[in-house]
């Protein structure tokens, strides 16, 4: 992993997003197939939902800060809808902060390195099945954006 440089902060992205970036490019490599901002549920935005080959779902929240992290008050909210919950963060941050039973990523805007695989806890087939739709359902969606301009963000709404 590269600390990220200049030109990268002016790319558009914010810290969070370039973390999913990096984040999504490591877990391809393990595997996964990733989406971003997927909402599970009402009210819930994850920042990286990962797809393995064999149906496990991984949730991974990209926290950029002491004051993102600390503000974020509905993380365990997402652990019914994965079979494992990480944090990304940065290189700098403050890793006493996180909680010692989840997953922990290092990420930058190229890569990351998978430091702490939390625990497993298996989600229930019709939940599986359900959340494995939303994956599909939402990345289809965000392909079809990408070649076809003209779709709106209606097509990406939380009914997704």
């Known amino acids: ?83 494992r919950f990480f944090w990304a963060v940065s290189a700098d941050f403050p890793l006493e902060l996180l909680p010692e039973e989840t997953g922990l990523i290092i990420a930058d805007g190229y890569d990351a390195e998978i430091l702490r695989v939390g625990p497993e806890t298996r989600l229930a087939g019709a939940r599986r099945k359900v959340m494995t739709r939303k994956f599909a359902r939402h990345a289809a969606l965000r392909l079809q954006a990408l070649r076809d301009p003209g779709v709106t963000a209606a097509g990406l709404s939380p009914a997704v």
């Not at 200049?6 to 992205?13: A, R």
């Not at 990286?48 to 991984?58: D, F, N, R, T």
């Not at 993102?68 to 019914?80: A, R």
């Open 1 to 83: 992993m590269t600390e990220i440089p200049p030109s990268e902060h002016s790319s558009g992205l914010q810290p969070g997003q370039l973390l999913a970036r990096g984040t999504c490019r490591h877990l391809i490599g393990h595997g996964f197939a990733t989406v971003e901002e997927l909402v599970p549920a009402p009210g819930l935005r994850v920042d990286v939902m990962a797809l393995g080959a064999k149906g496990e779902i991984w949730v991974v929240e990209c926290k950029s800060s002491r004051a993102d992290f600390q503000s974020d008050q509905k993380w365990q909210n997402y652990l019914p809808f994965c079979d």
